[in-house]
């Protein structure tokens, strides 16, 4: 996934007993900021506002009548203090625009070399006037790193770029459009969840039986230019070696119909039930099928795990990579540290530098090997870990989430499927939240370090209860 574009409407706070070139300089600092980070920015001209700063209350109808106008292009907001600034002709710009987006209040520090009249910014004590100001109002907002900081520095530019990932979030998750297919396998209670409590979030679920998926897939003739094209993008996807010629067909026609289903109903994911009535009676895996919708930043989850699919999306937006539904699944040796993540096999393919269509030899052995062709084999190597997990408590009507960071690594791991080994510190202590809490044994993960951003959207902008779990807590 390339970095998508991001609009900022950016606020220039001013007061009128400070000097205004401040406001100049800093318009031509986040110009020249925005040009490397490829963000566009919606804010006044100099000619519509003195300097372009938001100063009266006039002046902040005009900031939020412009951002109305690009409602539908503003990702957030960026608050930018060159001097104490106007609390009010902030907090007033964000009431009126009414946009509900994420919003990041940066303020320029001073120099002690420069603290008379011609020069003085007063911005760490005005951010602190703002924010009062946005709390007040009841508008969320972020903080940068540093209390002040300069928008060139190292500091700023991460704090930045943290806030467009936090942005992509929250717009992303917002209004989410998710797909079940299927009944939730009997045995798998864990993935209970209430579509009423996602609704509430703006999350909505679309259901379809399986039988309707099986049904026209078998009525799908092989030869269709459809089927055709599903077949080659699979062949052309992941090494097949043994997989009989018709179990690929029978891939196709599946993918062809799902395809299908989700574009009719405009779904960005899709949770399925993957076992064991797909195998029982259509006679294949869809491991294959999901790896690549998930691979295409369109996820899609075991066992109809619908807020666990929730959670690759999100996470998805805030790695810029995909994401993978995984069982916290065995201890690593006595290593209190590690463990292993595996699933049977439909981790995207980023995942997966030695993939290879297979077959799942646990179902196997209950169903017959012959009917689990497309599950996928593979190994994922030493690299950055972010994981995490949406749940509905539905007994408190909430939503509640657990997000940290580790590390993916070679150690040796002999097994079959989807495997990793992963080193996550004080992972004892994660392990007794995850069994208290009662969250379920699937986990989502990404090849990144993304957890504050996870945590930033998920506490702050949405109200989820979020457990960071740090290695200094």
């Keep these: 996934m390339k970095n998508p574009s991001t609009t900022l409407g950016v606020i220039y706070g001013n007061r009128d007993f400070f000097p205004d070139v401040l406001v100049s300089e800093a318009r031509a600092d986040i110009a020249k900021l925005f040009a490397q980070a490829g963000i566009k920015a919606i804010q006044l001209s100099e000619q519509e506002s003195k300097l372009g700063g938001v100063e009266t209350h006039a002046d902040a109808r005009k900031c939020a009548d412009l951002f109305k106008k690009h409602r539908e292009e503003i990702d957030g907001v960026l608050v930018v203090l060159p001097n104490f600034g106007d609390e009010k002709g902030v907090a007033d710009t964000l009431k009126l625009a009414g946009l509900d987006v994420p919003v990041l209040i940066q303020g320029y520090p001073d120099d002690l070399k420069q603290l008379g009249p011609a020069r003085r910014r007063d911005a760490f004590c005005g951010k602190i006037s703002v924010c009062n100001n946005l709390a007040q109002a009841g508008l969320k907002f972020s903080l940068t790193t540093k209390h002040v900081c300069l928008p060139d520095s190292e500091s700023f530019r991460h704090d930045l770029e943290r806030f467009v990932r936090t942005c992509r979030v929250v717009n992303g998750v917002r209004g989410v459009r998710l797909g079940a297919v299927g009944a939730r396998p009997g045995a798998f209670n864990t993935v209970r969840y209430s579509e009423k409590i996602l609704e509430r979030h703006g999350i909505s679920v679309t259901t379809v039986d399986l039988s309707e998926i099986i049904g026209k897939a078998t009525k799908l003739d092989a030869s269709a ?127 997966l530098p030695d993939i290879k269509i297979s077959t799942a030899p646990i179902l196997g052995s209950i169903i017959g090997v012959e009917n689990t062709y497309g599950a996928l084999d593979g190994r994922t190597p030493a690299g950055p870990l972010t994981y995490g997990r949406i749940t509905t408590a539905d007994a408190e009507g909430r939503i509640r989430t657990y997000v940290g960071e580790g590390e993916l690594t ?26 208290k809490q009662g969250f379920e044994h699937h986990v989502v993960m990404t090849v990144s370090h993304s957890a504050d951003v996870l945590a930033e959207a998920f506490g702050n902008y949405f109200g989820w209860e979020v457990y960071h779990h740090e290695a200094k807590n």
């Design 225 to 351: 230019a459809a089927v055709k094209v599903k077949l080659a993008e699979i062949t052309g996807y992941a090494p097949a070696p043994g997989v009989p010629p018709e179990k690929l067909v029978q891939m196709a026609k599946m993918g062809v119909v799902l395809t299908d289903w989700m574009n009719a109903n405009a779904l960005d994911a899709t949770a399925i039930q993957c076992w064991t009535s797909v195998q029982e009676n259509y006679g294949c895996n869809v491991c294959t099928l999901m790896s690549m919708m998930s691979e295409k930043f369109l996820p899609s989850a075991c066992e109809v795990d619908v807020t666990g699919v929730l959670t690759m999306y999100a996470m998805q937006l805030a790695g810029n990579t995909p994401a993978a539904l995984v069982d916290w699944n065995n201890n690593y040796a006595d290593d209190d540290e590690k463990c292993v993540l595996f699933h049977c096999g439909n981790w995207a393919k980023s995942f």
């Design 410 to 435: 070679n150690d040796q791991l002999k097994t079959f499927g989807n495997r990793a080994v992963a080193r996550v510190p004080k992972l004892q202590k994660l392990m007794h939240h995850v069994c």
